[in-house]
């Protein structure tokens, strides 16, 4: 009996405690899915809500695809751009290093091209003077820069319009062929000195730079004195210069200016009187006087000592025919040039060109003499006041151009020009009163 009783309580356990073990896995399940369910729904709540398809614009605003859009207008770009063919004839900035002295150039209107020269040769002595360049057929006066007879004749520059007057002062006078123009790769300055006749000096200064490899201007002045070895022959110079050169990138348009001031002046003595010349020719001999007695110095023998008058030695004793007479060449001047050449892709512009181009030139000079007191030298005076002569001329050039030259035709040229000018008196009482 007891056994039966033992063993009914023993299954009866048995059946309680596997209930109790299938409780309590059904509360860990049900623990279980509510964690994965809270979860799942707040991932669920945190997304945005979007649509299925994404919108354009957020496709635009996509950061890599903005850069891949700017990556593919560039290439379109770079198949666009054609490659430009560089003109061989373009400036080229040479280094400090490799610049020679072929590097600085002077270029003139009539297309002449040369380098500075500082050598010291025997040539530069035929340049050392008041023109710098050699006195071939010309004959100076007395004074440097008094003026200049010329021996030749030039039969080639021929004007059609008449020149000015007192040509034999012009010989120091800067006209338009002989103002430079320059490119340098480094400032260049020029300095002349000569001394000049008795109390004088000659000082030529010339300044000039290249701002870009395409523009040029130089600054010059010129200052001049001469006494000279005769009376009333005094000489005196003031011309100032001002050039300048631009050229464009490739070299087709080229522009030219300058500006000139200048006044040359002189005494005018009008030669020796008669009695100076026979002095002059002769030189006669004067008798020695001791300065402190008074007295005739004689040699040892007892014979009178003689010098040499030296009418070369001391000219200003001599007499002249005219005092206090003057006469002044002033002038001023502003000139333009431009030109465009239409070939010049070519390498040997120089020699095959095709240009077009237009000269622009506007000049005024006066003359003037003028005397203190009449002199009946010359002729008889018709008034009794000092003279004061006074000529004037002025000039208005424009010159249009097309040019062409090939080293088999040769040059031609058709010019297209325009002059105004007027030649004219003025304070000549002589003239008014007749």
Same mark, same amino acid.
């Given at each position: 009996?007891?056994?039966?009783?033992?063993?009914?309580?023993?299954?009866? !356990? &048995?059946? /309680?405690?596997?209930?109790?073990?299938? $409780?309590?896995?059904? @509360?860990?399940?049900? #623990? *279980?899915?509510? =964690?994965?369910?809270?979860?799942?729904?707040?991932?669920?709540?945190?997304?945005?809500?979007?649509?299925?398809?994404?919108?354009?614009?957020?496709?635009?605003?996509? !950061? &890599?695809? /903005?850069?891949?859009?700017?990556?593919? $207008?560039?290439?379109? @770009?770079?198949?666009? #751009? *054609?490659?430009? =063919?560089?003109?061989?004839?373009?400036?080229?900035?040479?280094?400090?290093?490799?610049?020679?002295?072929?590097?600085?150039?002077?270029?003139?209107?009539?297309?002449?091209?040369?380098?500075?020269?500082?050598?010291?040769?025997?040539?530069?002595?035929?340049?050392?003077?008041?023109?710098?360049?050699?006195?071939?057929?010309?004959?100076?006066?007395?004074?440097?820069?008094?003026?200049?007879?010329?021996?030749?004749?030039?039969?080639?520059?021929?004007?059609?319009?008449?020149?000015?007057?007192?040509?034999?002062?012009?010989?120091?006078?800067?006209?338009?062929?002989?103002?430079?123009?320059?490119?340098?790769?480094?400032?260049?300055?020029?300095?002349?000195?000569?001394?000049?006749?008795?109390?004088?000096?000659?000082?030529?200064?010339?300044?000039?730079?290249?701002?870009?490899?395409?523009?040029?201007?130089?600054?010059?002045?010129?200052?001049?004195?001469?006494?000279?070895?005769?009376?009333?022959?005094?000489?005196?110079?003031?011309?100032?210069?001002?050039?300048?050169?631009?050229?464009?990138?490739?070299?087709?348009?080229?522009?030219?200016?300058?500006?000139?001031?200048?006044?040359?002046?002189?005494?005018?003595?009008?030669?020796?009187?008669?009695?100076?010349?026979?002095?002059?020719?002769?030189?006669?001999?004067?008798?020695?006087?001791?300065?402190?007695?008074?007295?005739?110095?004689?040699?040892?023998?007892?014979?009178?000592?003689?010098?040499?008058?030296?009418?070369?030695?001391?000219?200003?004793?001599?007499?002249?025919?005219?005092?206090?007479?003057?006469?002044?060449?002033?002038?001023?001047?502003?000139?333009?040039?431009?030109?465009?050449?239409?070939?010049?892709?070519?390498?040997?512009?120089?020699?095959?060109?095709?240009?077009?181009?237009?000269?622009?030139?506007?000049?005024?000079?006066?003359?003037?003499?003028?005397?203190?007191?009449?002199?009946?030298?010359?002729?008889?005076?018709?008034?009794?006041?000092?003279?004061?002569?006074?000529?004037?001329?002025?000039?208005?050039?424009?010159?249009?151009?097309?040019?062409?030259?090939?080293?088999?035709?040769?040059?031609?040229?058709?010019?297209?020009?325009?002059?105004?000018?007027?030649?004219?008196?003025?304070?000549?009482?002589?003239?008014?009163?007749?």
């Amino acid at each position: 009996m007891i056994r039966v009783l033992f063993l009914v309580f023993f299954i009866k !356990s &048995l059946n /309680l405690f596997s209930f109790e073990i299938n $409780k309590s896995n059904d @509360k860990l399940n049900i #623990k *279980k899915n509510y =964690k994965y369910s809270n979860y799942s729904k707040r991932k669920i709540d945190s997304l945005p809500k979007t649509d299925t398809l994404p919108k354009l614009l957020d496709i635009e605003k996509d !950061s &890599l695809y /903005l850069v891949e859009k700017k990556a593919l $207008k560039k290439k379109k @770009k770079k198949k666009k #751009k *054609k490659k430009k =063919k560089l003109n061989p004839l373009l400036f080229k900035i040479k280094p400090i290093d490799s610049v020679t002295i072929y590097d600085f150039k002077i270029f003139y209107l009539n297309e002449n091209e040369k380098s500075v020269d500082t050598s010291l040769t025997i040539f530069k002595d035929y340049l050392f003077n008041f023109l710098r360049e050699d006195y071939f057929e010309l004959l100076p006066l007395p004074n440097m820069g008094e003026g200049f007879n010329k021996l030749g004749y030039n039969f080639h520059d021929k004007k059609i319009t008449p020149d000015f007057g007192a040509r034999v002062k012009h010989f120091g006078y800067f006209e338009v062929d002989d103002i430079p123009y320059f490119n340098m790769p480094s400032p260049f300055t020029e300095l002349f000195f000569k001394s000049s006749f008795d109390q004088g000096h000659h000082l030529d200064a010339l300044v000039t730079l290249n701002t870009s490899p395409r523009f040029n201007f130089s600054i010059a002045y010129r200052g001049f004195r001469s006494l000279g070895s005769y009376s009333y022959s005094k000489s005196a110079a003031s011309q100032f210069r001002f050039s300048s050169q631009y050229d464009s990138y490739d070299k087709n348009y080229r522009l030219r200016f300058h500006h000139t001031s200048q006044k040359l002046e002189n005494k005018v003595n009008g030669g020796l009187t008669n009695d100076s010349v026979y002095f002059f020719e002769n030189s006669p001999n004067f008798a020695i006087v001791n300065p402190q007695t008074g007295e005739v110095e004689v040699d040892e023998n007892g014979e009178t000592l003689y010098e040499n008058y030296g009418g070369f030695m001391d000219r200003t004793r001599l007499q002249t025919q005219l005092q206090n007479t003057d006469n002044i060449l002033s002038g001023k001047r502003y000139f333009v040039e431009q030109i465009y050449f239409l070939n010049n892709k070519i390498e040997n512009v120089s020699e095959n060109f095709i240009k077009i181009g237009h000269k622009f030139n506007y000049e005024t000079k006066f003359y003037k003499f003028f005397q203190v007191r009449n002199d009946e030298y010359f002729s008889d005076s018709y008034i009794d006041e000092d003279i004061s002569d006074r000529s004037n001329f002025k000039t208005l050039e424009n010159n249009i151009f097309l040019e062409y030259q090939n080293p088999f035709i040769g040059r031609f040229k058709l010019n297209l020009k325009h002059i105004s000018w007027n030649y004219f008196f003025e304070n000549d009482e002589y003239l008014e009163n007749n």
